[in-house]
């Protein structure tokens, strides 16, 4: 394996570096204040969209910087996930930056599970938008009275009746669904078959928001944001119909399709990691180095300059699984990367909230605030301990693929 960048990778970095240079990195802060004053509580009916965004993505899309997580040459950048590694750390350095490159999430892996698995009416009507940037998505899948890590407790159905499908149930932690552009979201729910596997019992369903019986009852704060105008909401389904033909790729095909969406997904969360690790870092730096106390700087006092060379080495040593987890994932797929992917899952967002809980200590009480993005980074490192499978479970993945090689039973 060879972890050079390629011709492709180094132009990309290079135009994606200086994008955020010139057209985010100034005005970040102040965006990230003014969505704040535009959308200042949790009732996300009167939650807006700062017109800065829309501009800086057709910046982007004018620059060619546009759906590069794509491997579709057509309709992406045609890069592969190895490839893709090194510019999509580039975006984790700023929160407003995903969006604007039309890469964040649930976005990125609503799109990959249309263009793998969708029919073309689907792709129709609405892959071609999201890939457009004209509207967002929502994933449902977490649900508030089970334990969600194990996806097969799932309460909600999707019942086929005739030439439709019923959806029931409660699901929360459904990210985006705050925000005013979201048209559409994934539903996935049991649809019960006594001739069917274990695995062959859900489906994924896509449901227009406005569909009768849809009801967004709140939003959910992640310790105490509500990520306005993006949002993470509970949401009900009262006896939704929808079409059969919007059950993606036909009914019990959800695991199939869960597998093929979390890869990615996964790793797209990770090398993100690393680029708001690598800005933590950054700042942790010239903190230390800027401020003073008892005649020193920061950064000779209290062993500041071991947790500066212990962050070098992890994020390093992340950097390295990542890239070998996504070399991986194009050798051999989602499937035959479980062990590279659910590691570098747990790795990744344990190392960036190590290196901002350091970055913090050295802000002081500036590191708590609003004033620099670390509270929102540390924030995006204990939730992706938790989101898309905790690191308990992936843990366990390991594990128990590691057991099979010694022909142990994980039972």
């Known amino acids: 394996m060879d972890f050079t960048p390629s011709a492709k990778t180094v132009e990309y970095s290079e135009r994606m570096r200086a ?80 969006e604007v490159f039309n890469c964040s999430a649930p976005d990125t892996g609503n799109m990959e599970v249309l263009w793998r698995y969708g029919s073309e009416a689907q792709k129709a009507r609405w892959l071609t938008p999201l890939l457009a940037g004209e509207i967002r998505s929502v994933f449902c899948m977490t649900e508030p009275d089970v334990a969600s890590s194990d996806a097969t407790n799932m309460e909600a159905t999707a019942t086929v009746e005739g030439d439709e499908v019923v959806l029931r149930g409660t699901k929360w932690w459904s990210s985006g669904i705050g925000d005013p552009r979201a048209k559409v979201a994934i539903f996935m729910a049991r649809t019960p078959n006594p001739d069917a596997g274990r695995h062959q019992q859900h489906s994924m369903v896509l449901v227009p928001l406005d569909a009768k019986g849809v009801e967004v009852v709140r939003m959910l704060p992640v310790y105490g ?9 509970e ?18 095909k959800g695991f199939e399709i869960a597998q093929g969406r979390l890869g990615p997904g996964r790793i797209h969360h990770c090398m993100r990691c690393l680029g708001a690790a690598e800005r933590a870092l950054e700042l942790m730096i010239d903190r230390g180095a800027s401020r003073s106390a008892f005649g020193k700087a920061l950064v000779n006092l209290g062993g500041n300059r071991e947790r500066i060379a212990d962050a070098r080495m992890a994020i390093d040593q992340a950097r390295l699984l990542t890239l ?38 050295m802000h002081g009480g500036a590191g708590v605030s609003d004033d620099t993005p670390l509270a929102g980074f540390y924030a995006q490192a204990r939730s992706l301990r938790i989101a898309d499978g905790p690191d308990e479970v992936h843990r366990g993945v390991i594990a128990r693929i590691e057991l099979a090689k ?4 994980h039972r």
């Open 19 to 98: 994008f955020m240079r010139e057209h985010i990195e100034p005005v970040e802060h102040r965006y990230l204040a003014e969505v704040r004053a535009m959308n200042p509580d949790g009732d996300w009916r009167r939650w807006k969209i700062h017109p800065l965004v829309e501009a800086l993505k057709q910046r982007a899309k004018d620059a060619g910087l546009w759906n590069l997580w794509l491997p579709d040459p057509e309709l992406g950048a045609g890069l592969t996930t190895l490839e893709y590694a090194p510019v999509c750390e580039l975006t984790g350095r700023s929160a407003l930056a995903p």
């Open 225 to 233: 944001s509500f990520d306005a105008p993006h949002g993470h909401g």
């Open 235 to 252: 949401v009900r389904f009262h006896d939704v119909r929808v079409p059969l033909e919007n059950v993606i790729a036909g009914p019990g």
């Open 324 to 361: 070998f987890a996504a070399w991986k994932l194009d050798a051999v797929g989602a499937l035959g990367a479980m062990t590279e992917v659910s590691a570098i899952k747990v790795v990744a967002p344990n190392v960036l909230a190590k290196v901002v809980d350091d970055a913090i200590q």
């Open 406 to 409: 010694r022909g142990v039973s």
